[in-house]
Each structure stands twice: as C-alpha cells, then as structure tokens.
T-cell receptor, first 113, second 113 residues
C-alpha cells in the first residue's frame, strides 16, 4: 500500500544533541512537508520541498534542517539550536500544489531527556 | 497574513446528536479550505475541501461543510454523531502559492453515550 512512513514513533534527545527524524513516501509525490504540532497550537510549517534538491523554510525553520536528495525521502534534523524541541512532528506529501490533498504520516513524538 | 480561528477548544455532544464545528479564516483572496481529522498519536486525514463552486461541500464519514464568504467561515457539520467521531478536528486554509496550509488550533470532540 502506498503511504508515508515516519520513524521512529518516539525519540528522545539529550541536551546539545542533534537528532534526525525519517520520512519516506512511496506515493510518487513531488512535494513534501514537515509540520510541528504542539498542544493547543495546531500545526506549524517547518520546511517544505516542492522538488528534489530544493527546499524552502516554513514559518518556524530556526533550529531545524532538512535535505531532499531523493524524491521519496525528506529527513528532518532537529539541531541543538532548537531550544524547545519537545513536540509531535508530522511529515506530509502532496502530488502538486495549489490545494492538493496532503497525505500525512503517523508522526514522531520527540522529547528531551 | 492568513490565519484560521477555531473558537471552540473542546466540544462534547451526545451520540446521535448533531454537530457543528466552527472555523473562521482570514485571507485576502478566494481561499482553499480544508477540514482534517486526527486520532490520538496519529497523522491527519482529510475530511473535505473547498476550492470553488458549490459552497456546500460533502466529505467522507457523513461530514459536510458550508463556505460563507460574507462571514469568512467554513463550519463543519454532521447530522448524527457516532462514538467513533471522537477525535481532534482541524480547519486549514491554503495559501496563494504552493500548498502550504495554515492550520487552526483544533477542536477536540468528545462523544458521550
């Protein structure tokens, strides 16, 4: 079945550590997105990529980095510069732009030790 | 800047009762509007979307939403709620370029038997 796979489901970060969240899709979608979800705040866009080897900052990109070397993969690195990383992270993809339906992964819960 | 307001953080309804979840948006042009549903610890699933045309939109699971330009609203309705509808519901507006959605803070629906 086609879909988006995020791993791990739960992740713990120590102070000063970088961690990488995985996102893989087999939907052949061009566009991929990373959202951060905090209780009571909805989803906020971190980074998005409309095509391989290209990505743009979203609304809250500070302290995060991404890469898009392959169409099916869009990993997110939470760096030590992100001072409040505890959140639920959601990856999504879409076939195109202009209001196309987003397909979401099941998320990664990141917590700080 | 685009914004989405969901005035109700929590709503409790009895099983079999009707439901209306409110959504107001701020956007200069004709918006793309969406309703997504999220079960705990999971990703989001699209219920319905509005791009243009008929202002009453039918979605999955018996949900519908009505776009009212004069009120900048896109309220979600269901005539008879089932216990399985208990979840968190997010309204979102699509921005002019690309597919970057702005999400509301969400409404948690509880269903009592």
């Amino acid at each position: 079945d086609g879909g988006i796979t995020q791993s791990p489901k739960y992740l713990f970060r120590k102070e000063g550590q970088n961690v990488t969240l995985s996102c893989e899709q087999n939907l052949n979608h061009d566009a991929m997105y990373w959202y951060r979800q905090d209780p009571g705040q909805g989803l906020r866009l971190i980074y998005y990529s409309q095509i391989v080897n290209d990505f743009q900052k979203g609304d809250i990109a500070e302290g995060y980095s991404v890469s898009r070397e392959k169409k099916e993969s869009f990993p997110l690195t939470v760096t030590s510069a992100q001072k409040n990383p505890t959140a639920f992270y959601l990856c999504a993809s879409s076939a195109g732009q202009g209001g196309e339906k987003l397909f979401f992964g099941s998320g990664t819960q990141l917590s700080v030790l | 800047a685009q914004s989405v307001t969901q005035p109700d953080i929590h709503i409790t309804v009895s099983e079999g009762a009707s439901l209306e979840l409110r959504c107001n948006y701020s956007y200069g042009a004709t918006p793309y509007l969406f309703w997504y549903v999220q079960s705990p610890g999971q990703g989001l699933q699209l219920l319905l979307k509005y791009f243009s045309g008929d202002t009453l939109v039918q979605g999955i699971k018996g949900f519908e939403a009505e776009f009212k330009r004069s009120q900048s609203s896109f309220n979600l309705r269901k005539p008879s709620v089932h216990w399985s509808d208990a979840a968190e519901y997010f309204c979102a507006v699509g921005r002019e370029y690309g597919n970057k959605l702005v999400f509301g803070a969400g409404t948690i629906l509880r269903v009592k038997s």
